[in-house]
């Protein structure tokens, strides 16, 4: 018996401790299916930002919002240390959006220097009917 209300109070403490964190996940989900993005290198120098968002269904905007690529100076990305590189926006480059669809990719083409490891930040947007979500990405860093 004893058991039983031990792991009844354990149940209710998990619930009340993890249902505010479940409802921001469905609030911060719900434009944004998935994303994904990731770096290829096409040669010396040459590299591109490569990605996908997935929206909950027919978005009025779908897409990313920014673009960020780092020359990666530390033993990790966001060291601290890292230097950028580029930052794409979608205000100035508005391809990086579209509207009225449920899936959005597109790739970004830059030169950058050899010898040293690139990775981008992204951050995903989708809106419908006046609302919507963010959803940041980091990608894993590729050498040039």
Known sequence: ????????????LVVAVLSPSALALEQTNAYISSGGAYIHRWGAGDISVEYNVVGTGIMDTIGAHRVTVYKMLGDTPNSGK??????????????????????????IRL??????????VLVFYASLNGGGAIMPFSTKPVWA
């Not at 590189?85 to 790739?107: C, N, Q, R």
């Open 1 to 12: 018996m004893k058991k039983s209300i031990k792991y009844l109070v354990l149940v209710v």
């Open 82 to 107: 890292d230097e950028i590189v580029a930052t794409y926006w979608y205000e100035d480059y508005p391809e990086m959006m579209t509207t009225d669809d449920f899936v959005f990719g597109d790739s």
């Open 111 to 120: 030169k950058v220097a050899s010898g040293h490891q690139y990775y981008a």
